[in-house]
């Protein structure tokens, strides 16, 4: 089932049955996040089945990991909205909800306006080092340079 959040679960059979299929992930290097309402149209169950599910304490802002249990992402403050990693929910899916088969598909979100002025510089950057590299056999401190710049990348 294909929903608008971000990720694509997929159940063949019944929830009870228990495979060893593998997890299959494909994730676009931007990652997102998901919300409450998005993994509740993904594992198909109510909202408050999702609450109950999920790994929260009244006395501690971030329990410890528990298996058994949908863990959220790190919270700064108690009014943080509860956000999950795709990766946790096709985690949680497949060992404890036993969906024979997830799948977790991450589609990158239309291109912001500050991610186009992001890769404009980016593509700025690499022009200018470009002719950088052009000129450095000409001047020994841009040689110098360029490889200093190369070595702390590394």
Known sequence: MMLNGSVNSVSNGSL???????????????????TIDEVQKT???????????????TRNLNPPFNP???????????????LFHPNE?????KDILRIKEVTVEIFSS???EAQKTLNAILEELRIIRNQLEGKSHMNPTI???LQDTNRKAA
């Open 16 to 34: 009870d049955e228990h495979t060893d299929k593998g997890l299959n992930t494909v994730v676009n290097p931007l990652e997102s996040l998901l």
């Open 43 to 57: 594992l198909n169950r109510s909202r408050a089945s999702v609450y109950r599910y999920t790994n929260t304490d």
């Open 68 to 82: 058994k249990k949908l863990n959220t992402e790190f919270r700064s403050d108690q009014k943080d909205q509860l």
């Open 89 to 93: 929910v096709a985690r949680f899916a």
């Open 110 to 112: 239309p291109s912001s």
């Open 143 to 145: 040689s110098n340079h």
